[in-house]
């Protein structure tokens, strides 16, 4: 089964801009015809091939743009990678990501409408620049939770059978869980999903982690993809309302960077309405990318783009009209860490 991957990512790119009201006639004359189950199967035999020669942890070198939750926002994703209505050539997407590489932080699908859409580009992304964009596991890339929250469903509407569903949870199983990022001039970023653990004290800890499954109700790899910071707790840990992983507070999460010699953990998973959050002595970042959430709640979107050097600055962004036409992606706004606010 031969896929040519410029193609692949083109068809998506022409289809995501083409008249909404149109939409569902193109996806099932262009996207649905060229990507088959037979194909889509394929794609995904080829990038577990990448993901289960990744560590748990995966190192990346900076410069890198951080991004957050995109749950199915394949509008907001393609915002993030200064695609455009008025340009959207695969030409401009690669200059882009030579520019900066990618770290997805997980929840790629459910909620949003393209579900699919999004995994795909993202997987088709990987296959193209493996060295050059990043993707770790999310909570929501889970055979459970997407047959609840959209995923599953969009999957059955668009194909008639859940053959695809299987191959692309199958493919979240291969899913790192984790990363860190080096600069030239401080301690390494450190990345997850949701947050730290009690069982997950070490870097070497991660490693003992067999990550190739769906993810567990307990223990360190569910608290990873789940857990939450909280500042009004008096405990290390607390049990979460979310009903897996804990809430952490500033302690721990303190004695994490030292013991690991980390300048910051970067996390995804919660809605913030300004974008991102920083917490405990800005030793711990939220960085959530779908911008106006479920297409209702009106909050920013943000990723966080690190520098060779270590410096780092967020990009804010509203969210793309995906009703409109001729003015579909809205100016990316810039908020520097020079600025005051952030020394
Ligand atoms: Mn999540």
Known sequence: MIFDIDYSIQLILNNSFSNSNDNNTLQKTDILKYFTPDIIHQICEDCIDIFINENNIVDIEAPVTVCGDIHGQLHDLLNILNITYQDYSIKTLFEQINNTKYLFLGDFVDRGFYSFETILFLILLKLKYPDRIYLIRGNHESSNI???YGFYDEIINKFGTSTPYLNITNLFNHLPISATINT????????????IS????TLNDFDAIDRIQEPPHKGPMCDLLWSDPEDNINSDYKVSPRGAGYLFSKRPLKEFNYTNGLSMVLRAHQLVMEGFKMMFDDELCTVWSAANYCYRCGNLGSTLNIDSSGNYEFSLFEGVDINGTDKLILPVKKLSNSNEYFL
């Open 146 to 148: 997407t047959k609840i």
């Open 184 to 195: 030239s001039n401080k301690d390494p970023y450190f990345a997850m999903h949701g947050g």
């Open 198 to 201: 009690p069982d997950l004290l």
